[in-house]
Nanobody, 123 residues
Framework: QVQLVESGGGLVQAGGSLRLSCAASGRTFSSYAMGWFRQAPGKEREFVAAISWSGGSTYYADSVKGRFTITRDNAKNTVYLQMNSLKPEDTAVYYC????????????????WGQGTQVTVSS
């Protein structure tokens, strides 16, 4: 069992930056692939970024490629999402997720989810 707690969301102007953190409980964090997803009002949850258990492989949605960076610190049981050049369309609730399988981009590939953190980008 893994429990995930996101933090770092907030209100920022377009062009600004935020760094989201996701702290995981449990001693086996380093064995999980980790992902970030987001959900805007009235829309389905969508993939943002993912990272393999070692951190050696990362994947991004086309909409955030070049602006967002996912990293992890297995010693701290934490995964991060650095978000730069934010746009109003990035506004959403951002969720951290853990997968007991090789890294993937689908919602159904993840086994554990955090409660989410709100990111609002004003124009």
């Amino acid at each position: 069992q893994v429990q995930l707690v996101e933090s770092g969301g907030g209100l920022v102007q377009a062009g600004g930056s935020l760094r989201l953190s996701c702290a995981a409980s449990g001693r086996t964090f380093s064995s999980y692939a980790m992902g970030w997803f987001r959900q805007a009002p009235g829309k389905e949850r969508e993939f943002v970024a993912a990272i393999s258990w070692s951190g050696g492989s990362t994947y991004y949605a086309d909409s955030v490629k070049g602006r967002f960076t996912i990293t992890r610190d297995n010693a701290k049981n934490t995964v991060y999402l650095q978000m730069n050049s934010l746009k109003p369309e990035d506004t959403a609730v951002y969720y951290c997720a853990a997968a007991q399988r090789p890294v993937g981009v689908g919602v159904r590939e993840y086994d554990y989810w955090g409660q989410g953190t709100q990111v609002t980008v004003s124009s």
